[in-house]
């Protein structure tokens, strides 16, 4: 079957079945094309939360199906594959973080929405990329904070805030493929570019760059700044949705390398089978989705 049968196939289906497709900026471009919604994983939450369909399809990786189906209990929340996971977020188990929570009995826990819905109903907050300065900068000051899994963006929001965190060990396989080198050799031939990368990315490739934001955030800035060309240091999906709401502005991947495999698993044709045969569905236990429910709850509401 071709891209464009397949589509219309799944869009059709999705239509019939009143089922809101949700995608995440780093799906493939023919997956992102079919979904009534792309963006980061606070926007699919907040539009998760926020949807009356019965049934929300979501195609992103486990953590972000789970984060649906924990703010919107009542929908079934579909996942197109079942093995859609996320390294960085099984680098921090709930055992680890109760450990570490009796280490430091006073402190909050920031957990960053890359991670198991176990270790979020272990967390005070939960906050993404877009929000996790100003999550903690709405911390006591003074108050000890646990930042985890990823200890990239938690040496970012440090930095921003001049806070001490203590941070968790973690972190994207995928971001930590970029390279300051790979950033002097993406300038040279790009020499009018901007660079705009992930704070998951290392703090030497941060420091590099004209801008850290996260996918929203990149999409902000290329928008609303006065250049035409941008060197992007992150998952090489959401080139496509530059590509695409910014037509006449040009997008260079850092490096070809940045792709997540994880994220690429959802293809169309599991997503047509998804809405076919009702599989895989998320579900998260009651008692892990109540306590998860609360610290998702004061991300999604920081406005
Ligand atoms: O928060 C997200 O959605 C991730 C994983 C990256 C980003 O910045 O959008």
Known sequence: MTTETLSEKVRALAQSKGALLLAHNYQLGEVQDVADFVGDSLELARKAAASDARLILFCGVRFMAETAKILNPSATVLEPAPNAGCPLADMLTAEQLIRLKREHPDALVVTYVNSSAEVKAESDYCCTSGNAVKVVAALPPGREVIFGPDQSLGQFVSGRLGRELILWR????????????????????????????????????TAVADEVASTAGILRYAAETPC????????????????????????YPVS????????????LEKVLRSLETGQYEVDVSDKIAQAARLALRRMVELV
Do not use: Q, W
């Open 170 to 205: 973690g972190y994207c396989p995928t971001h930590h493929r970029i390279t300051v080198d790979a950033i002097d050799e993406a300038r040279r031939a790009h020499p009018a570019a901007k660079v705009v990368v992930h704070p998951e990315c290392t703090p030497d490739v």
């Open 256 to 267: 070809s390398l940045v792709t997540c495999p994880n994220m690429k698993i959802n293809t």
């Open 228 to 251: 035409d060309e941008y060197i992007i240091g992150t998952e090489n999906g959401m080139l496509h949705r530059l590509a695409k709401e910014l037509p006449k502005k040009r997008f």
